[in-house]
């Protein structure tokens, strides 16, 4: 099982509140990566890092934002949660780049109300 | 534009069956990675199979092996004698530069006893 993990996993809020999902890993990675996947369908990638201080937006546009301070911790901050926020969002760690296994965190299924 | 294709949205065998999982992919490039990755229900993504694209031998992981046609691209995972763990969302994904892995829409995988 890989040592990289999100919390909460499920989080019910309502409209306009401020959210963060919680990733992190001990693994030592420099690539962490966020992507945003609704039930049953394909991964979206919304944010990744190359390493501290590093930090990209992904394909999918997002109104999340990240920081990467610490190596181990790659946190997600929705600063105004709406009803299409509503979607599982996977935290992922990799030792080299998109060529390089990725490790998964179980999720956080976030329902915006 | 890379894209991935997944032909197949659901599939069911019997436990102790063959089953095979199609995915192709479009890209310009001719160094690259493929990937097939299992999402089991409430459980983490974890990395089932890793095909460089350079390297002609069909990767191969204990029951799961892959048929890497490049010149098709095409790029199938197959499941020997199917166990009811084995049921899962199957992923196929591309990557061709170290920027971020494209992903199919997956295949719903149930394996029935």
């Known amino acids: 099982e890989a040592d990289i993990y999100q919390t909460p996993r499920y989080l019910v809020i309502g409209t306009g509140k401020k959210i963060t999902l919680e990733c992190s890993q001990t693994m030592g990675h420099d690539k962490m990566y966020w992507y945003q996947q609704d039930p049953g369908m394909e991964l979206h990638l919304i944010h990744y890092?190359?390493?501290?201080?590093?930090?990209e937006k992904g394909d999918l546009s997002s109104e999340s934002t990240v920081s990467r301070i610490r190596t181990e911790h790659f946190p997600l901050t929705l600063e105004s949660a709406r009803p299409s926020h509503t979607s599982q969002y996977l935290c992922a760690s990799s030792a080299g780049g998109a060529r390089d296994t990725q490790y998964f965190g179980p999720g956080t299924r976030l329902t915006v109300l | 534009a890379q894209t991935v294709t997944q032909s197949q949205p659901e599939m069911s065998v019997q436990e102790a069956e063959t089953v095979t999982l199609s995915c192709t992919y479009d890209t310009s490039e001719n160094n690259y990675y493929l990937f097939w990755y299992k999402q089991p229900p409430s459980r983490q993504m974890i990395l089932v199979i890793r095909q460089e694209a350079y390297k002609q031998q069909n990767a191969t992981e204990n029951r799961f092996s892959v048929n890497f046609q490049k010149a098709a691209k095409s790029f199938s995972l197959k499941i020997s004698d199917s166990q009811l763990g084995d049921t899962a969302m199957y992923f196929c994904?591309?990557?061709?530069?170290?920027?971020?892995?494209?992903w199919g829409a997956g295949t719903k995988l149930i394996i029935k006893p």
């Open positions: 890092s190359y390493g501290v201080n590093s930090t």
């Open positions: 994904a591309f990557a061709d530069s170290n920027y971020q892995l494209i």
